[in-house]
């Protein structure tokens, strides 16, 4: 590790806006990255309630398309929740 050659109470490492990006990660790390996951979960929760949407509205196999149609909307909604919750 390299030390500091100035011992100069005025020489700054960090530009106040270094200063505030990194504090505000170390109090929420990983931010970006978990919001992005969020948003790629309710993307696929949302295509795949399509997917059994179709089927659905035709009648078929309602007994199976059913199911699987709540568990891609009960994705969507907990992505939803998450979302909302981290910021």
């Keep these: 590790m390299v030390e500091p050659t100035s011992k100069d109470p ?4 960090f530009t106040t806006e270094q200063y505030a990006r990194l504090k505000a990660e170390a109090q929420a790390p990983y ?32 007994d199976t398309t059913l199911p699987n149609f709540a568990l891609q909307v009960g994705v969507i909604a907990l992505m939803v929740f998450l979302f909302r919750r981290d910021q």
């Design 10 to 13: 005025s020489d700054k490492r």
């Design 31 to 62: 931010r970006g990255l978990r919001k992005f996951v969020y948003v790629a979960c309710a993307a696929s929760g949302f295509i795949g309630a399509i997917v059994f949407l179709a089927p659905l509205l035709a009648g078929r196999d309602v």
